[in-house]
């Protein structure tokens, strides 16, 4: 039974896949299983996996029709074998070789179900933390589990090892055919899994491109935000927490369509920010 088993969903990446495989490849934690599911990919990426699985046996390939990134990560998840489970997306990367090992020995130290990485997001020209831990520190309780993870600002699925068999005892999947499924699932996880620590030095590097989900703009996105956001506020109203404790809200105030100044409260604190220079409204 390898340590951690990696789940990438593989859908038209070609111009990004080597960099994401190369940094799972080069961990220095060796004992891992690297499933890849290919989601009825049209480009190359097919093709750079069989070279990848053709030098590496800890590869695995699972193919299939498109249907969409949830059910590429919940088949990968039924496919998983390992102690741990991780998410990495295909476009996305690892930026320290040791990545999985100070997650995994985190995991170990504390007898934690989830251990957290920072986050990075950018492209080729610019980048900057979303999401930085600055100190290890452990939460049981669920307020605290959603404080230090930053969700739902930060309500990703990809910069955390979950252990396996609490992960799938929560009974929890990625809806199948909805954009935003994150929305869906990690606030659930952090609920019924019962420890979280956060892991300094290791960074997730979430890349920013045009065509990717959080960048496409139509009528079902919308509507799967919109709901996904409506989920978590009912979960946390359900579960006794306060929105606006946990998360970022911000109000613009406008003048003929640009925002002059602004009110962002987080976590219960309210601070005012009147802008030094007009901007345009995005």
Same mark, same amino acid.
């Given at each position: 039974m390898p340590k951690v088993s990696v789940i990438i969903p593989v859908y038209n990446v070609e111009k990004y896949l080597r960099e994401c495989l190369?940094?799972?490849?080069?961990? #220095?934690?060796? !004992?891992?299983?690297?499933?890849?599911?290919? *989601? %009825?990919?049209? !480009? %190359?990426?097919?093709?750079?996996?069989?070279?990848?699985?053709?030098?590496?046996?800890?590869?695995?390939?699972?193919?299939? $029709?498109?249907? &969409?990134?949830?059910?590429?990560?919940?088949? %990968?998840?039924?496919?998983?074998? &390992?102690?741990?489970?991780?998410?990495?997306?295909?476009? *996305?990367?690892?930026?320290?070789?040791?990545?999985? $090992?100070?997650?995994?020995?985190?995991? $170990?130290?504390?007898n934690a179900d989830i251990a957290v990485a920072s986050i990075i997001r950018g492209n080729e020209k610019k980048s900057k933390y979303i999401y930085k831990i600055d100190k290890e520190e452990v939460a049981?309780?669920?307020?605290?589990?959603?404080?230090?993870?930053?969700?739902?600002?930060?309500?990703?699925?990809?910069?955390?090892?979950?252990?396996?068999?609490?992960?799938?005892? #929560? &009974?929890?999947?990625?809806?199948? &055919?909805?954009?935003?499924? *994150?929305?869906?699932?990690?606030?659930?996880?952090?609920?019924?899994?019962?420890?979280?620590?956060?892991?300094? %030095?290791?960074d997730y590097f979430y890349r920013k491109r045009q065509g990717s989900i959080v960048k496409t703009k139509n009528i079902q996105a919308n509507i799967d935000k919109e709901n996904g956001d409506r989920e978590i506020r009912l979960f946390f109203e359900e579960h006794g927490i306060n929105f606006e404790q946990v998360a970022t809200v911000t109000q613009k105030y406008k003048i003929f369509g640009l925002t002059v100044f602004k009110t962002v409260k987080k976590y219960g604190k309210c601070k005012n920010i009147l802008l030094n220079s007009l901007c345009w409204n995005t």
């Open positions: 190369d940094s799972v490849v080069n961990q #220095t934690i060796k !004992d891992i299983e690297i499933i890849c599911v290919n *989601d %009825g990919s049209t !480009d %190359g990426s097919l093709d750079i996996l069989n070279e990848y699985c053709s030098n590496d046996d800890r590869f695995v390939i699972i193919n299939q $029709e498109n249907q &969409g990134l949830s059910v590429a990560r919940n088949n %990968g998840l039924n496919s998983a074998s &390992g102690d741990y489970v991780a998410f990495v997306d295909s476009d *996305d990367y690892l930026l320290s070789n040791d990545y999985f $090992e100070k997650l995994y020995s985190a995991c $170990e130290k504390y049981i309780d669920y307020k605290d589990k959603l404080l230090l993870c930053d969700v739902p600002d930060s309500n990703y699925v990809w910069n955390k090892l979950y252990k396996r068999e609490s992960l799938l005892a #929560t &009974g929890i999947i990625f809806p199948p &055919g909805t954009l935003y499924e *994150d929305l869906y699932y990690t606030h659930k996880v952090l609920y019924y899994m019962d420890k979280v620590v956060t892991v300094c %030095g290791v």
